[in-house]
């Protein structure tokens, strides 16, 4: 299964050292700091997967009496 997670790339400069740091809209909790731009975007893969896996788990367990009354899912259809 394939999961498309954009990330969002920041430069910080503090006391004059500079590092990186990826988080992600998609992905709740994902954040990884590194000090060049590959680190943080190889730390957040690894972290989306661990992510994703308690993801999976949670909704594994989820019980028809958690549903709120209303809600909305897309349906996609091949037509």
Known sequence: M???IRLKIERFIEQDQ???VATS???QG???EGKTVQEPIQIAEDVAKVLLELEKEKNHNFHLQDLPSQFEYPLIMKV
Do not use: G, R
């Open 25 to 27: 809209d998609d992905l």
């Open 2 to 4: 394939q999961t498309l």
């Open 18 to 20: 500079e590092y990186f």
């Open 30 to 32: 994902l954040v990884a």
